[in-house]
C-alpha cells in the first residue's frame, strides 16, 4: 500500500490550495480515505474522509464550507482543495487509509 502526496505548496492569504495523494497496492474504491493535518499549535486535526467509490464526504464542521475533497477513480487519485487560507491554515496536510496507511505529507505555508 502506498500513498504519495504532492508537493510543498506557498500561498498568499486568501487563496486556495489543491493537493493530491495518489493511492496505489490495494483496491482504491474498497476503503475511505482521511485527510488530517498537523499544526504546530493545533496538532493533529482531522479534516474529513472521502469514499472514493462514490465521492461521498464527511467534513468537520471547522472545515465545512472551506474544503471539498474529490476522488478520480481512473487514477486512483483524491484532492484536498481549501480556501480563503489564512496563516492558521499552515500545516503538514497527510491523506490515509486507515490508521495503519498515510501518505508522506506536504506542506502548505500561507504567508504574504
Known amino acids: 500500500v502506498q500513498l504519495v502526496q504532492s508537493g510543498a505548496e506557498l500561498r498568499n492569504p486568501g487563496t486556495s490550495v489543491k493537493v493530491s495523494c495518489k493511492a496505489s497496492g490495494y483496491t482504491f474504491i474498497n476503503y475511505y480515505i482521511d485527510w488530517v493535518r498537523h499544526t504546530p499549535g493545533q496538532g493533529l486535526e482531522w479534516m474529513g474522509r472521502?469514499?472514493?467509490?462514490?465521492?461521498?464526504?464527511m467534513y468537520a464542521q471547522k472545515f465545512q464550507g472551506r474544503v471539498t475533497f474529490t476522488s478520480d477513480t481512473s487514477t486512483s487519485t483524491v484532492y484536498m482543495e481549501l480556501r480563503g487560507l489564512t496563516s492558521a491554515d499552515t500545516a503538514v496536510y497527510y491523506c490515509a487509509k486507515t490508521v495503519a496507511y498515510w501518505g508522506q505529507g506536504t506542506q502548505v505555508t500561507v504567508s504574504s
Open positions: 472521502i469514499d472514493p467509490e462514490d465521492g461521498g464526504t
